[in-house]
């Protein structure tokens, strides 16, 4: 599967954000307005880490079923029945909205929940047709609010998942939250864990530009070392990137 950005990112998001002024921000927990230190943490794992190429898609639709299919698994998962649909030459939405529930729920087997996503993927592209006239290009000309509502109003698609298809497939300006942006900003004493999904979207939406590629990277960068640093178990917090801006040692670290 091609690594390759499906949107070149421009140099605000290649680049470090430089921040104005002086002294140490704050890392009381926030009251839900804006994390002025979060370009500090942009800065810190991009320049350990480097561009991500995320999301891994070959199309805009491809990078719409991916973000379907990898709910409630691991992209590996997910990567082989987008491998499978593409072998069965089914990776448009009209293929999708043709093709027996039965035989694509067995494609799709790999994923997990594959029943259920198989109906997720057949009310995606009902919707695409019905109310863009099967076009991604018209859907994606949809101003975001409007877009995030009405992909909110499809069966199985929840706000992580439009989020992943209004910023990876289509560019819009919105940041994903998942596990992993939660467990850092936890650990870091930036929230409580009692946010909701919307309050934490808005944090970074607020604190940040106004910059898909640069949501695009900064959430692969956590996804990165959410996966690979800060674990749920044995979080590798002295090798972490961002291990200069903890607060106070996490149990169990190492």
Not at 28 to 42: D, M, N, Q, R
Not at 142 to 168: F, K, M, V
Request: proline share 8%; aromatic share 8%.
């Amino acid at each position: 599967m091609s690594t390759s950005p499906i949107f070149p990112a421009p140099p605000p998001a290649t680049a470090p954000i430089r921040q104005s002024g002086r002294g140490r921000q704050s890392r009381a927990t926030p009251a839900l307005a804006s994390l002025p230190i979060l370009p500090k943490y942009y800065d810190a794992l991009f320049q350990a880490h480097g561009e991500q190429h995320w999301w891994p898609g070959q199309t805009p639709f491809e990078v719409i079923v991916g973000a379907i299919l990898v709910q409630n698994t691991n992209w590996q998962n997910a990567a082989r029945a987008i491998a499978n649909l593409r072998r069965a030459k089914l990776l448009t939405p009209a293929a999708l909205e043709t093709v027996p529930q039965a035989k694509l729920a067995r494609l799709i087997r790999s994923s997990g929940y594959f029943r259920q996503k198989a109906r997720k993927l057949k009310a995606f592209v009902n919707f695409l047709r019905t109310e863009h006239r099967g076009s991604l290009t018209h859907m994606f000309r949809t101003p975001t609010a409007n877009l995030r509502e009405q992909l909110l109003s499809i069966h199985g698609i929840g706000p992580e998942t439009a989020d992943s298809i209004l910023l990876y497939a289509g560019n819009h300006p919105v940041f994903v939250v998942d596990a992993y942006t939660r467990r850092i900003l936890q650990r870091h004493g930036l929230a409580t864990g009692k946010e909701s999904y919307e309050e934490i979207r808005g944090l970074f939406e607020k604190s940040l530009p106004n910059d898909p590629q640069l949501f695009n990277e900064f959430h692969a960068l956590i996804v990165h070392t959410g996966k690979n640093f800060c674990r749920t178990r044995a979080p590798l917090c002295s090798q972490c990137a961002l291990r200069a801006l903890l607060p106070h040692p996490v149990e169990g670290s190492r």
